[in-house]
DNA sequence: AAATCGGGGAC
DNA sequence: GTCCCAGATTT
């Protein structure tokens, strides 16, 4: 049943495109017609919906951060089956659970998890603390994401306010200006919490915030936005002056710097040198390939992880090109091989190289790019 | 080729 | 508090 909503406070939103009149009765009514459309057109059988197990839901929620449904759907029913609860995701080693995690991308987001699992277990005894205050204090959640879990686990009043959501405001709403922007995003931040429904059942507060994400997820999307299926299109800003295109408003270009590194690949038979990098910046705490800066550089090092063996001169491997938001990376990569095939003792008690079958990558976090390369590496053997 | 996207760490 | 960064995917 949509609740009688309480009187705004009468938050304007920072546009003046929106007609006032249309603005207000809208606001008043969000809620309810968003509860009621996602009830008819939302999505239901996702495999974190239909429960209050906190910990299923915040381990969806962390998964989504960046990352779509039908990339995520499988990644949450292997987590789910090797770690069935907070306890026994905290129990294991973190080094198991970076490489489940591997391909997903964003592998803070796996050393938060395993953090906040035991977090949740020392202090909170096993169970997720209600409140999303509490709940954002913890590793890897924040606000939108506490507020996410607050809701669908705990029925609390609290809104997310994530890319989908931003874009469903902007566009609604008319709200103008790039929402990575600080002064805008509290606005919508405030404009957001403005449309929370009242006295809304738990089932209510789900529903809204899930409406939230689908009518972002499904109708609004940022290409081609499916008005005509839209609740509110006829009070949308951006469909009644035909700019959907322009909100919200793009992110100011900047050019971003290319930077350029050397890779190893270091052979020994089927097996490559692989090196643990740093827990922080780029890839931080995955294996990669030992770097250096430049060619002579990088024939120093492989000299030294040789040890006692011989190693070949570098031969070049096709280059290749990451692109990262605020740069590109330029990989050159140079392979050497061992003369003595006495790799595996070489680089013996060192714990951040490690000596690894080609076919056994899976087991090790790999970057991407990385794992391509070396992908085609086993393609060229035999 | 360009744009996207929540949280954390640097500052 | 504010700014800057991360990576895989979509368009």
Partial sequence: MPSRLTPRSAERSPTSAAP??????????????????????????????????AYRIWLSEIMLQ????STVIPYYAKF???????????????????ALWAGLGYYTRARNLHRCAQVVVQ???????ASVDELAELPGIGRSTAAAIASFAFGARATILDGNVKRVLARVFGVEGFPGEKKVENAMWTLAESLLPSNASDDE?????????????????????????????????ANVTGRQRELPTARPKKVVPTRRTWMLVLRDGNAVM???RPPSGIWGGLWSLPEAA??????????????GAGVSSLAPLAPLTHVFTHFKLDIEP????LERGVGALAALGDADTAWVALSDLDSFGVPAPVRKLLDGLQGSLI
């Fill in 20 to 53: 006032a009149a249309s603005a207000s009765s809208l606001t008043s009514d969000f809620s309810s017609r968003l509860v009621a459309w996602q009830r008819k057109h939302g999505r239901h059988d996702l495999p974190w919906q239909n429960t209050r197990d």
């Fill in 66 to 69: 960046q990352t779509q449904v």
């Fill in 80 to 98: 789910l089956a090797r770690f069935p609860d907070v306890a026994a995701l905290a129990a294991a080693p973190v080094d198991d659970v970076m």
């Fill in 123 to 129: 202090q909170y005894g096993g169970a997720f603390p």
């Fill in 205 to 237: 507060v789900s529903a809204y915030t899930q409406g939230l994400m689908d009518l972002g997820a499904t109708l609004c999307v940022r290409g081609k936005p499916d008005c005509l299926r839209c609740p509110f299109a006829a009070d949308c800003v």
């Fill in 274 to 276: 692989l090196e643990k």
């Fill in 294 to 307: 430049d060619e002579a550089a990088l024939a120093t090092r492989a000299r030294e992880f040789g040890g």
């Fill in 334 to 337: 140079r392979l050497a091989e």
